[in-house]
């Protein structure tokens, strides 16, 4: 995904005046899926365009996306990818926080 459709899809949501969440890695530490400035767009319903790197961990950034989309607070959410998860070793081993911001109000 490039970011001018993402950008594209910020414009298009303050014309229409619709919320979105903007998703961005802060930091990155270790071995991380994708870096710092890596992005994701969120929609009310859920779907979204752009990734901060798939699996458990964007899972865990979506559901506090969500959070952010119903109460307008900005967050910081700490990925650990370091510790096993249900059994099963994580690729990376490193840490990403990835900023929240809810934005086209």
């Known amino acids: 995904m490039a970011d001018v459709e993402l950008y594209e899809e ?7 005046g619709e919320r979105r969440v903007l ?3 802060a930091t990155a530490r270790g071995s ?4 710092p400035g890596a992005q994701m767009l969120l ?4 779907t979204f365009v752009g990734t901060i790197g798939g699996g458990c961990g964007e899972a865990e950034v ?15 959410v ?6 096993d ?7 990376c081993g490193g ?3 990835v900023f929240l911001e809810r934005i086209a109000d």
């Not at 910020?10 to 229409?16: D, T």
């Not at 991380?32 to 870096?35: A, D, H, I, K, V």
């Not at 979506?62 to 910081?76: S, V």
């Not at 700490?78 to 510790?83: A, P, Q």
């Open 32 to 35: 991380t899926p994708r870096g």
């Open 43 to 46: 929609r009310p319903d859920g």
């Open 95 to 97: 840490v990403m926080e």
């Open 62 to 76: 979506w559901q506090e996306a969500m959070e952010t989309l119903a109460d307008g607070a900005p967050r910081i």
């Open 23 to 25: 998703a961005t890695v």
């Open 10 to 16: 910020i414009k298009e949501a303050q014309r229409a």
């Open 78 to 83: 700490v990925v650990d990818l370091t510790e």
């Open 85 to 91: 998860v249900e059994g099963d070793d994580k690729i």
